[in-house]
């Protein structure tokens, strides 16, 4: 079946700061080749690992990176590895990267370089902070650059540190930036024949995570603050997530006739259940605004809210929610992600045969479903050099010989 | 002549509200598409009409929120239900390459307006519906927003302290994660319609594109059976490495000591006090086993001092670390500064206000963002007259006819 980047091929040199970018592409039907140095990319190296074991073939976050994808090894610090990559340049429709700024220059395989081997070339370099600026060298772990990019300010209990996603955000908000870029970039040169330079920061790419947090300051000359499990709505506070039985939910209470109707059911509910304080009892809601309602009136409403919601699992709320119209969501784990009804009726989930282990291991699947050229998330991603022979021996038409001696020499 | 930007000559209507759909158009405006946000003044934009607002005055073109999202755009105030408001639609539709919704599923199908209809008007058009859980299935009727579908995404169950409940990212975050993944969509599918003559419908629910970016905790459970716990921020391959109290009024840096040789650089940089050699301190294995009191000795440094000298001294050093930047921080951010991400462009209503530059930049054709967000109907005479071609007479119509708002 056709694809929508049929015949586009992309050079991974990225490590988990960049991976998604690539299997965002490869998922689009680009032939996505990760290059890896001889030792393995270091996202092999990270957990979870299939079976609690690490092992370079067992990371489940590397897995979750690479659908799609072929591997080959290759040594960039040799000369015959450096000629080797240039080879695949001559062919390849992009090249993206997150090493350090100006390795590549450093290699000698910087853009300059490798447009004059093929001024199509698309080169896209992914780091903390851009190429350049007064940062450009500073490190960047995720948890820093959630800092910085102002998403860990807000997310935590007011008085306690503020806190991360744990999962690198700010490596998957880069990827996925440098594959809507790198694409942008790319139309151009549909256009135009010609390549370009694509320079992505993970820094600013996690600030257009932030919400209206930039403008509360430049329109307001506010900073909003950590807010727990409370969200400033208006003038006062109003807690949103409520324990229940199994876990916990997410609720909105909102003012106005077309959230009124499913509020007001809510509270005869409770109160069939003898769980309705009396000031509650035909509270109309329609007439709310939450924007100005009190701090007391938020309090007292949680305290009636939590104390039913926490003789209730999530799907039962869940439940009614979806059939009386209740801003109301499950707090999911992955057990309930994996079993989400939705999910699984658009097939989202995807089984992926890993013989070597001996299993089928669950993955995400297409991000989006398209009508023309669907997103198929078909091949497990690959073993360290898995691919070598067939692209260096099939499609470069290196001989056995050369392969043997490049091994050796420690080139791939 | 100005410079060429990457999608000089694409064109691109909207029918989006709140964050997804407008943000992708807006990205795509930045770089140089045409994007015509088409809204009603009947139910304005949830964006249009929440806090905050320039000074503090509510005003429906006055909020920060939307703007964000929706500069480099012309705006056009429609009324669909009006005969003449859907022609105009029509002939939008017509003069387009992409059209993103982001609307309840169903809602643009009572306009004739679901892929079925606009195929019909533009058999090569491209089609864009986002919202929170795809178009059909047993949840497509979930009504709720960002915040809802990131509770459901799984963020807020593994975001929070050890200790205590779930906390989450502060609010919508599917949608934080959402736009990206489209604008890379549809620009593909702009290079394959190129190609084969063939426009497509993409269907997008942002719940799973949620599930991408939490996948490695996913498939854990998957595979090996198990459920994420909540930690803080702690990192298995990492200490010390979190948020720590500084000087001042909640202020923090993060910290993230990775090896060997950075916990060496650490340890210099704060002066080598008698407990950076104590054994229990001594490896990586030793530091996680009593990461409680490393912390607690790793903030009673910091908060001798400011976030921004911890920041400093740390990276000269070669340790990772940041200030944990509040929104005024973000505007004076030096690094922000020198990349020009804040550009102030002057709104018709609140006069000059900045706007996020795209996070990306392009060597051959730069892209910045140009145009302020639209008040509410400002471009209906350019589109009508310079987008759709209509005549004096013709425009002047269509405003009497009551379908402009």
Known sequence: MDSLLDSIRVLDLTDEKGLLCGRILGDMGADVIVVESPSGNSARRRGPFYQDTPHPERSLFWFALNTNKRSITLNLETVDGRELFKKLVRTSDFVIESFSPHHMDDLGLGYEVLAKLNPALVMTSITPFGTQGPYASYKGADIVLMGLSGLSYISGEPTREPLRIPVPQSYFHAGSWAAASSMIAFYHREITGQGQKVDVSMQQAATWATYSTQEWWSYAKTNLTRQGTWRQIGTSRMQVLYPCQDGHVMLFILGGAAAAAGQDLFIEWMDKEGMCPDWLRGFDFSKLDVSTATQDFFNRLSEALVSFTATKTKAELFEWALENTLFLAPVSNARDLLENPQLRARNFWISLEHSELETSITHPGPFAVLSETPIQVAKRAPLLGEHNMEIYHGELGLSNQELALLKQGEVI | ?405
């Open chain 2, 1 to 405: 002549m100005e410079k060429p930007l990457p999608l000089d000559g694409v064109k691109i209507i909207e029918l989006t509200r709140v964050i997804v759909g407008s943000c992708t158009g807006r990205i795509l405006g930045d770089c140089g598409a045409t994007v015509v946000h088409v809204e009603t003044a009947k139910k304005p934009d949830t964006l249009r009409i929440i806090f905050p607002y320039k000074d503090g005055t509510p005003g429906i073109n006055r909020a920060g929120y939307f703007n964000k999202y929706n500069a480099d755009k012309y705006g056009m105030a429609l009324d669909l239900t009006h005969p003449r408001g859907i022609e105009v639609m029509h002939r939008l539709i017509e003069w387009t390459d992409v059209f993103i919704e982001s609307n309840v599923p169903g809602v643009v199908a009572k306009h004739g307006l679901d892929y079925e209809g606009v195929k019909e008007i533009k058999p090569d058009i491209i089609m864009l519906s986002t919202c929170q859980m795809g178009q059909k299935g047993p949840l497509a009727r979930f009504k709720g927003y960002g915040v809802q579908g990131a509770a459901m995404a799984g963020f807020h169950e593994l975001t929070g302290y050890s200790d205590s409940g779930p906390v989450g990212p502060f609010g919508s975050y599917t949608d934080m994660v959402s736009p990206q993944w489209l604008i890379a969509a549809v620009v593909a599918a702009l290079i394959y319609r190129r190609r084969t003559g063939k426009g497509q419908y993409i269907d997008h629910s942002q719940l799973e594109t949620g599930s991408h970016f939490l996948a490695p905790l996913i498939m854990d459970y998957a595979a090996n059976k198990r459920l994420a716990g909540r930690v803080g921020n702690r990192e298995e391959f990492a200490a010390p490495h979190g948020a720590y109290r500084c000087k001042g009024d909640d202020r923090w840096c993060t910290i993230a000591v990775c090896d060997d040789e950075e916990w060496g650089a650490f340890c210099r940089v704060i002066g080598s006090p008698p407990w950076t050699k104590e054994s229990r301190f001594s490896s990586l294995l030793e530091r996680k086993r009593n990461e409680d009191e490393l912390d607690k000795l790793v903030e009673s440094w910091a908060m001798e001092r400011t976030a921004e000298e911890v920041m400093s001294l740390m990276q000269q050093a070669g340790v990772s670390a940041g200030i944990v930047a509040t929104a005024e921080d973000l505007h004076r951010d030096s690094q922000f500064r020198y990349q020009g991400h804040f550009k102030l462009l002057n709104h018709t209503e609140i006069g000059a206000v900045p706007f996020d530059n795209p996070p990306f930049r392009f060597s051959k054709t730069p892209c910045e963002v140009r145009m302020s967000a639209p008040c509410l109907g400002e471009h209906n005479e350019y589109i009508c007259r310079h987008i759709l071609g209509m005549s004096d007479e013709e425009f002047v119509e269509l405003i009497q006819s009551g379908a402009l708002e």
